[in-house]
């Protein structure tokens, strides 16, 4: 049986552009930036075709070439999903309005940071979910002054290269709040690389938002792009609620969705960074 969704598409594109537009300005408020900079990623845009559902001139779009197009440096693309509180500390510190600390990283020394330490740091100065990492993960530190300023985490429990056992990610690189290192994420890069190549690995991977980062950072550090993915894909419910798609196992197959009057849908993707760090590469970084 096939559903007409052309009315609720319709509904859903209205709903989410009110919700963005709100959010838009709180997030611009607390970001001391002007609204124009952030792009709306409505879900309704980039339902993913379903053969179960009809949707009436509907022009389907992949999001990861729109995200291509549309980001920029300046350009902050924003999603219902994103948090409030956490994007706008985000886009501020990367256009420099929120930041009242400026340190550099050669008056920071590197350390060693515990696993229940980097926990801690990442929930207090990360705007993503805490990640899930093992006992091998490599994580060093920059401390000002017996205070812990940034910490960054390689392991291999994440992303493409879980079950890789020579590959190890950058999972995470979190700085202080309302703090900005120059030269740390260099610094610790380089101290992290030194680690990894003592322990046979000869190339490193990361992930990026390409939806709020354009990956300046990594090409400074040395990566070179992988390209973007779609990101995990979603599910818009019928009341509205965007929930991941993997949760609705086993309701997650186009005829369960289609039945259950619900939209698979994308909002963000992932840019993905490569390095090699063998001894010769590793002496010319």
Same mark, same amino acid.
């Given at each position: ?90 886009? *501020? ?65 994440? *992303? ?61 550090? *040395? ?63």
């Amino acid at each position: 049986m096939n559903y007409d969704m052309t009315d609720r598409v319709r509904e859903l594109w209205e709903y989410f552009d009110k919700i963005l537009d709100e959010h838009i300005e709180q997030i611009a408020e607390k970001a001391q930036v002007d609204k124009s900079c952030m792009i709306k990623i409505n879900p309704a845009e980039f339902i993913e075709k379903n053969q179960n559902q009809t949707i009436k001139n509907y022009k389907y779009q992949k999001i990861a070439p729109w995200i291509t197009k549309t980001k920029s440096d300046d350009v902050f693309l924003i999603s219902p999903l994103d948090a409030i509180n956490e994007t706008a500390e985000q886009i *501020g510190y990367k256009t420099e309005q929120t930041t009242s600390r400026k340190l550099r990283a050669s008056k920071c020394e590197i350390v060693p940071v515990p696993k229940d330490v980097a926990l801690d740091f990442f929930i207090r100065n990360h705007r993503q979910s805490l990640p899930n990492f093992r006992n091998s993960a490599v994580t060093l530190g920059l401390a000002y002054k017996n205070e812990l300023v940034t910490v960054m985490m390689y392991d291999t429990a994440n *992303g493409a290269v879980r079950g890789n056992k020579n590959g190890y990610e950058l999972v995470r690189l979190a700085i202080a709040r309302n703090t900005q290192v120059h030269g740390g994420a260099s610094k610790l890069q380089k101290a992290c690389e030194d680690v990894l190549r003592q322990m046979n690995i000869t190339e490193i991977f990361s992930y990026s938002n390409a939806t709020i980062n354009n990956g300046a950072v990594y090409e400074k550090l *040395g990566f070179k792009s992988g390209g973007i993915d779609e990101g995990q894909p979603f599910v818009i419910d019928r009341n509205n609620e965007i929930i991941r798609l993997v949760s609705l196992h086993p309701h997650s197959t186009d005829e369960q969705l289609a039945l259950r009057g619900r939209l698979k849908t994308h909002i963000g993707g992932n840019k993905m960074w490569v390095k090699s760090i063998t001894a010769t590469e590793g002496g010319n970084t």
